[in-house]
C-alpha cells in the first residue's frame, strides 16, 4: 500500500526508481525518460509515443492526490483526523456510526456495483435504507455514498490505465524493433532512440506497479465501507418490498375543513382538500 509519502512524490519514486536501473550510467548520459522530460527525436512515429508516455507519467502525479482528497473529505466528515485515515480507520468508524443508527431503528446497505469496470459510468454506490433517516444520519449516509461513488470512478480510471500502460509497452517494442532502420543514416539520433526505449519500458513497468498499489488501496477503501456500513444484507433483495426513492420529509400539509353531508352520512371532505397520503414502503433508497 502507498502510503502518504510515497503518494505526495510519486514522481520522484519512479525517477529514483528507473535512475537506480542505471548506476553505472554517468550522470550526464541520463535519458530524458530518466528525468521525467519528454523526449523529441523529430520523428513523428517515435515522437507520437514518447508524448503518450510522458502524458501518462503527468496523469500518474495526479491519481494518488485524487485518492488522497477522498479520503480527506470523508475523514472530516466522520469527525477523524486526516493523518489518521486509512481504510481500515475509516471503515471502523462508519461502522460503529451504522451501529449507532441500527439502534436506533433504520437500518443501511450500502450497494456497489463495477468493482472491475474499466468506465466510470459502469461503476454505482446506492445506499439503501429501512427506517428514518434525517439529521445527522442522513449526512453520514450522504458522506458514505459520495466517499464510495469517488472510489468506485478512481478504481476504474485505474482499470483502464493498467489497459493504456499495457499498449504503450506493446508500442516501446514495435518502435524498438523499427529504430535501427528508421534511424540508419544517424547513428547518434539512433543511439539516444534506443536508450529513451529501454527506459520508457522499465518506466511503463513501474507506473504500472504504482497503478497497481493504488487500485489494491481504492478497492479495499470501497469494499470495507460496504460490509462496515451494511447492518441489513438483505435489504433489496427479490424477496424484500419494492424500494422507493428517497426524498426529504415536507412539513405537513394543512387540511380544508370537512363538511358533514346532510343525514348523517360520512363525512366528505372539502372541496380542495388533500387526499389521503399512501402507506409509506417499509424499506427505501436514495441518491445524495
Known sequence: MLSRHRNASLLISLLLALSACHQTRPANETTPVARGLRFVSHNPAFDMFFADLHEEQLSMLQLPEDERKVRKNLAQDL???DNTATAMVLSERAKAIAQAV???????????????AVDEADTSAQMRVSGNLDGENLR????????A???LKLL??????EQTLQRLAARA???EAETDRTFASDSKIEEAVHR???????LIAIMDERRFDLAVDARRTVERLSSGVTTNPNLGLSNEPPLVTFVRPEPPKEHAPVRAKSGGGAAAPARGAASKSPPEASGQDFEP
Open 140 to 147: 453520514f449516509a450522504e458522506a458514505i455514498t459520495r466517499a
Open 149 to 151: 461513488r469517488a472510489e
Open 156 to 161: 476504474a480510471h485505474l482499470n483502464a490505465k
Open 173 to 175: 517494442s514495435i518502435l
Open 196 to 202: 529513451n526505449l529501454s527506459d520508457a519500458r522499465i
Open 79 to 81: 469527525k477523524i483526523a
Open 102 to 116: 441500527l439502534a436506533q431503528g433504520t437500518a443501511l446497505k450500502l450497494d456497489i456495483e463495477g468493482i472491475d
